[in-house]
């Protein structure tokens, strides 16, 4: 087997990258989440008191959120580098819309039970969860990071 190429073995989500980060850059990550946290919690906040614009009949404010929140969650995962990079931002704007769609002791509610609240609360969760599944899916595609590729050579016909 001198001449056969090596195949990478397959990559499962158990192997996801564990090192530990340490110091400054643990810092400067853990601001990073905490920065798109509050970005969900501002759309959820904001998208809950505009959703209701529209053209005629067609909700164009909540599906412009909806879209939104999806690319939100997509290129924040991606640029974490880590499904949980999309998975923050869509916990922030669930917890904002979800709390702000609730009725008061009054009886009064933000996001009404119209076609464009409906858009905006079910095609905003469906938009994040496609968000944070691509963010998987892109994730899974990429081949395993080995720091040690290529700086020496393999021995042995087993390794």
């Known amino acids: 087997m001198a001449g056969a190429a090596l195949i990478p073995p397959p990559y499962s989500l158990l192997c996801v990258d564990s090192r530990r980060v340490r110091g400054a850059d643990a810092f400067t990550v853990g601001s990073a989440y905490a920065a798109l946290f509050l970005l969900g919690v501002m759309e959820g906040v904001i998208g809950c008191f505009q959703f ?3 053209a005629g009949p067609v909700p164009v404010a909540a599906l412009a959120f909806c879209v939104a929140i999806f690319l939100t969650c997509l290129l ?15 916990l922030g704007w669930f917890l904002a819309s979800f709390v702000l769609s609730l009725p008061t002791a009054a ?53």
């Open 52 to 54: 209701s614009r529209s």
């Open 76 to 90: 924040a995962g991606w640029g974490m580098g880590s499904p949980l990079g999309g998975l923050v931002p869509a």
């Open 107 to 159: 009886g009064s509610v933000i996001v009404t039970n119209t076609t464009a609240g409906k858009w905006y609360l079910y095609g905003g969760a469906v938009s994040a969860g496609v968000g944070i599944v691509l963010t998987f899916r892109g994730r899974m595609r990429r081949p395993p990071v080995r720091p040690d590729a290529g700086s020496r050579p393999r021995s042995g016909a087993g390794a």
